[in-house]
T-cell receptor, first 114, second 111 residues
Framework: NAGVTQTPKFQVLKTGQSMTLQCAQD?????MSWYRQDPGMGLRLIHY???????DQGEVPNGYNVSRSTTEDFPLRLLSAAPSQTSVYFC?????????????FGDGTRLSIL | QQPVQSPQAVILREGEDAVINCSSS?????VHWYRQKHGEAPVFLMI?????EQKGHEKISASFNEKKQQSSLYLTASQLSYSGTYFC????????????FGTGTRLKVLA
């Protein structure tokens, strides 16, 4: 099983550029989420989805968009990259919110905005 | 809104014990604990459920106080492999579906 796959692993962007971080899972999980990790701030929730066609904002959604057209895929779009978005981004999935099942994480995307 | 973890960092010698605390301002449905090694993704350790059910992991155990909205992770007879950053993750009962992580505790075990 591949689990949760994130691409790319590394990316450097210039301020103002846009890009999409890809996330795919092959476990038929309903719940998927995006986090950013910055030193000393833990994992902060950007957006999440409880199923195909349903997304909602997390704690730090500004500057990011998501969509969930299929159960498997949950891409994260940076609309106009800013240096403050330099971070490590993790995608995670779990069977269902409240199901007492763990979150499975991808390996992360390390993003630098110049 | 993030759960607050304490301490922020701790240094141990092999064989010593440690306690990591996680405190939330929201009523919790469950608390999950994860460990992250440097440069890697977080890895699930265990889950604590409302009602007291607990799942353990080797010499690592945890408790969940629903009334205080707190959870504690107990590491017994620490090993070098326990080094890393520990996060609590919370599912709350407020009607949203936000899976929120704590601020993290960096743990270093020395030989």
């Amino acid at each position: 099983n591949a689990g949760v796959t994130q691409t790319p692993k590394f990316q450097v962007l210039k301020t103002g550029q846009s890009m999409t971080l890809q996330c795919a899972q092959d476990m038929n999980h309903e719940y998927m989420s995006w986090y950013r990790q910055d030193p000393g701030m833990g994992l902060r929730l950007i957006h999440y989805s409880v199923g195909a066609g349903i997304t909602d904002q997390g704690e730090v959604p500004n500057g990011y968009n998501v969509s969930r057209s299929t159960t498997e895929d949950f891409p994260l779009r940076l609309l106009s990259a800013a240096p403050s978005q330099t971070s490590v981004y993790f995608c995670a999935s779990s069977y269902k919110y409240g199901s007492h099942q763990p979150q499975h994480f991808g390996d992360g995307t390390r993003l630098s905005i110049l | 809104q993030q759960p607050v973890q304490s301490p922020q960092a701790v240094i141990l010698r092999e064989g010593e014990d440690a306690v990591i605390n996680c405190s939330s301002s929201k009523a919790l449905y469950s608390v999950h604990w994860y460990r992250q090694k440097h440069g890697e993704a977080p890895v699930f350790l265990m889950i604590l459920l409302k009602g007291g059910e607990q799942k353990g992991h080797e010499k690592i155990s945890a408790s969940f106080n629903e009334k205080k909205q707190q959870s504690s992770l107990y590491l017994t007879a620490s090993q070098l492999s326990y080094s890393g950053t520990y996060f609590c993750g919370t599912e709350n009962t407020s009607g949203t579906y936000k899976y929120i992580f704590g601020t993290g505790t960096r743990l270093k075990v020395l030989a």
